[in-house]
């Protein structure tokens, strides 16, 4: 039976001066569970399962993890399915005025006046 697609998944890695000449971090979600594998590039490693309330909690734990391997020098390999909470809502767009809200009435009379 073949694995499910991963709700969303980041693999990123880091350059070090030992053997292996660096290491692996990959996470992914599948709905309130989040699944994290780490450790030498070329090997199996280790994981970890997490199970959350909800997607929105084990999404945010994900980021939260992406975040501080980044801070100590990991760099993003791949990147599947953009984070829900990553969407950007698009902008309301502006209520349309009521005839009586910004529009001056001139009268006939008033656009023949001479200035």
């Known amino acids: 039976m073949p694995q499910p697609q991963p709700d969303f998944r980041v693999h990123l890695e880091c350059l070090t001066s030992g053997p ?16 994290v594998r780490w450790g030498p590039i070329g090997k199996t490693g ?9 997607q929105t909690a084990a999404l945010s734990f994900v980021l939260d ?6 801070g ?7 990147r599947q399915r953009a984070p829900l909470t990553a969407a950007k809502p ?6 349309e005025p009521s005839p009586a809200q ?3 009435i001139v009268s006939d009379e008033a656009l023949s006046w001479d200035f």
């Not at 994981?47 to 909800?54: A, I, R, T």
């Not at 993890?65 to 980044?70: T, V």
């Not at 100590?72 to 791949?78: A, C, H, L, N, T």
């Open 90 to 95: 698009k902008p309301a767009a502006p209520p």
């Open 102 to 104: 910004g529009i001056d």
């Open 65 to 70: 993890k992406e975040d501080e391997k980044r």
């Open 72 to 78: 100590k020098g990991y760099y993003e390999v791949s």
């Open 46 to 54: 280790q994981s970890k399962e997490y199970l959350f309330g909800n």
């Open 20 to 35: 292996t000449g660096g290491k692996f971090w990959i996470a992914e979600v599948y709905g309130s569970k989040a699944i």
